[in-house]
């Protein structure tokens, strides 16, 4: 599987900032993906990162809330905007490839930690 | 459309216990199913998937599933818990072909006691 490294691991920002969250793959990947976990629930995919063209988002989701970028095949950023306290989650990165022996499986990275005062 | 249900927010087991999780699965596809382990303060690592090859399917650490399709089930299942399987578990399903969302359940804590 891929090694999978995110940047920073946490911080604490002040409402109203914005924060740039960095995904980075030890090898190429085709999809790439962002979720947010809020605190003590499940995953919400936030959008699929697409390589040469835009992300695609989830309903409740939208570009100038959380615009995304995927310049090439290992990197992918989330940038979370105009941030709120509600926006305090972990922010998190994963990986899928396609090929014979894929079957849909991700892969993540360990996570941003974003709190929000 | 599809959809997981885990069944129980928190499981508490004795070291050395069985450990059962559950999940029930809602796909109108064949599905692709996966377990999720999530330690405090980490990303996810894939515990086991489930691709049709065969329903009973095991992987790290002691655990395995059994896919049941009559019963719309994945239940994970270790014969004998260790304190370090403490953790957030989480069931996902997936469309099986091409490039698909993961689906995740809510989740399931398990808490480990001596």
């Known amino acids: 599987s891929a090694v999978i490294s995110q940047k920073p691991s946490r911080d604490i920002c002040q409402r109203g900032t914005s924060l740039t969250i960095q995904c980075q793959v030890d090898?190429?990947?085709?999809?790439m993906f962002w979720y947010r976990q809020q605190p003590g629930q499940s995953l919400t995919l936030i959008a699929t990162?697409?390589?040469?063209?835009?992300?695609?988002?989830e309903s409740g989701f939208v570009i100038d809330k959380f615009p995304i970028s995927r310049p090439n095949l290992t990197f992918s950023t989330l940038t979370v905007s105009n941030m709120s306290p509600e926006d305090s989650s972990i922010y998190l990165c994963?990986?899928?490839?396609?090929?014979?022996?894929?079957?849909?499986?991700?892969?993540f990275g360990p996570g941003t930690r974003l709190t929000v005062l | 459309a599809q959809s997981v249900t885990q069944l129980g927010s928190h499981v508490s087991v004795s070291e050395g216990a069985l450990v059962l999780l559950r999940c029930n699965y809602s796909?109108?596809?064949?599905?692709?199913l996966f377990w999720y382990v999530q330690y405090p303060n980490q990303g996810l690592q894939l515990l086991l998937k489930?691709?049709?090859?065969?329903?009973l399917v095991k992987g790290i650490n002691g655990f395995e599933a059994e896919f049941k399709k009559s019963e719309t089930s994945f239940h994970l299942t270790k014969p004998s818990a260790h304190m370090s399987d403490a953790a957030e578990y989480f069931c996902?399903?997936?469309?099986?072909?091409?490039?698909?969302?993961?689906?995740f359940g809510a989740g399931t804590r398990l808490a480990v006691h001596p």
């Open positions: 994963s990986v899928q490839n396609k090929g014979h022996l894929s079957y849909n499986e991700q892969f």
């Open positions: 090898s190429q990947v085709t999809m």
């Open positions: 990162a697409n390589q040469g063209s835009e992300a695609t988002y």
């Open positions: 796909s109108s596809v064949p599905p692709y």
């Open positions: 489930y691709t049709s090859a065969a329903t």
């Open positions: 996902a399903v997936s469309g099986a072909g091409g490039y698909n969302k993961l689906i």
